[in-house]
């Protein structure tokens, strides 16, 4: 209750709240993150949320952006746990900016300064470039369409050209995932699209305290 109460909090907050991050963000670090103003990506950031394969769910209210994603990416990044990198972040809204991590510090020093954020932030940010997962959007966007897991792993398992391969290794990944965690995840993934931030961390309190 207190960690969603903090989630909350930061997305009501009226300040800018800036995310230096250069590595992992995943889990909570996702939740004290993403509700902030400006999420800034170094070049080793790694954005995942592999809940379902511990038998949890993703929660910290991310249902509510992973269900605004485009192309089922949303769906497909909470079912799996799959990491990504700055690039496909950066195309799915999860950061703001793609800085280099050795302008870190300037940066830090340029909001000590009370340097305005938004012109410290455009200055240095760089383009990423495509993502890993561009090339691939296609076959998410076809297979994790499905109402129901069994469905999307079917999916996935009759793939074929360039890409089955690659659909083939998700099915296998999502097999060994949490069955009830998957079937939660999908559902509230799915209801997230009609929820408020507030909504989906209410159920997320309630979801966490049954599993």
Not at 155 to 164: M, N, P, S, V, Y
Not at 177 to 186: C, E, I
Request: charged share 20%; aromatic share 6%.
């Amino acid at each position: 209750a207190a960690e969603y109460s903090l989630n909350w909090l930061l997305e009501c907050f009226s300040k800018p709240t800036i995310s230096l991050i250069d590595g992992a963000v995943m889990g909570s670090g996702v939740g004290i993150s993403l509700y902030g103003t400006h999420r800034v990506a170094g070049e080793r950031y790694k954005f995942a949320m592999p809940e379902t394969a511990i038998g949890l769910f993703p929660d910290v209210g991310v249902a509510h952006a992973l269900a605004r994603m485009p192309d089922e990416a949303g769906v497909y990044l909470g079912l799996t746990g799959a990491a990504i990198g700055r690039a496909d972040a950066f195309a799915l809204g999860l950061v703001t900016h793609c800085v280099p991590a050795e302008s870190f510090q300037d940066i830090t020093a340029a909001l000590a300064d009370a340097d305005p954020v938004d012109p410290v932030l455009d200055g240095r940010h760089v383009d990423p470039g495509p993502g890993e997962l561009a090339t691939v959007r296609p076959v998410i966007a076809r297979c994790f369409a499905a109402g129901t897991v069994g469905e999307i792993i079917g999916r996935l398992r009759a793939e074929k050209g360039e890409h089955a391969g690659w659909a083939a290794k998700v099915a296998g990944d999502l097999e060994r995932m949490s069955p009830l965690s998957l079937a939660v995840t999908l559902r509230h993934i799915c209801e997230a699209r009609a929820m408020t931030l507030r909504e989906v961390l209410e159920v997320d309190y309630r979801l966490a305290c049954r599993f």
